[in-house]
């Protein structure tokens, strides 16, 4: 007669299947996470994350290099307050002088 331990002497059988979850794979909410391969995604989306990270760092790092080389930021900024300052000193001015003339010049005199 025949043993129950099969071909290969092993009375180990087949772990029970979900037929549910087999038949209608949609209707299934939970799925299996393989740890080591969540460890590997986690550590790559982390990797990824830093990379982005650095690369944004020194590209600000190089623009404010870029503008302190060149000065044209507040080379700018200089030179249009200068000119505008100059422009109202010179209407301050302007108006000194012409209250200046009118108060010398007598009011009943043509």
Request: hydrophobic share 30%; no cysteine.
């Amino acid at each position: 007669m025949a043993s129950s331990k099969g071909v290969f002497g092993s009375d180990e059988t087949f772990p029970s299947v979900d037929v549910n979850g087999e038949l209608y794979p949609g209707a299934t909410k939970n799925f299996p996470v393989d740890p080591i391969s969540s460890d590997i995604y986690n550590s790559k989306q982390l990797k990824e994350g830093k990379e982005q990270a650095e690369a944004e760092e020194k590209k600000r790092k190089e623009m404010k290099k870029k503008k302190w080389e060149h000065g044209d930021d507040g080379h700018k900024k200089l030179k249009s307050t200068v000119l505008i300052s100059g422009v109202v000193v010179a209407v301050i001015g302007a108006l000194f002088a012409l209250t200046k003339k009118m108060r010398e010049k007598p009011a009943n005199s043509y």
